[in-house]
């Protein structure tokens, strides 16, 4: 009955893959992190990655159209 919460989640294919970028990247890849999505330092993807308030992570996603896809986001306060 258990045997689906074999797997651990962050190691998961379907999952998105973080990566926490450099000081250098953002300016190189000419990111502004006041234009990029949002995400909460609490979500468990954020904290199984060590990302702190600030950093801009990339993410590989799987996507139907071009096999997968990259996206980067910026690390906000949780809202509580």
């Known amino acids: 009955t258990y045997t689906l919460l074999n797997a651990i989640l962050p190691e998961h294919k379907y999952v998105p893959q973080y990566k926490i970028l450099s000081d250098e ?3 190189e890849l000419n990111l502004n ?13 954020m904290v199984w990655i060590g990302a702190k308030v600030g950093q801009i992570i990339r993410y590989k996603y ?3 159209t071009t096999m997968y896809g990259y996206n980067y986001a910026v690390i906000v306060p949780s809202a509580n």
């Open 33 to 45: 992190a006041d234009m990029l999505p949002k995400r909460f330092e609490d979500d468990p993807q």
């Open 25 to 27: 990247e953002p300016s």
């Open 62 to 64: 799987l996507s139907e």
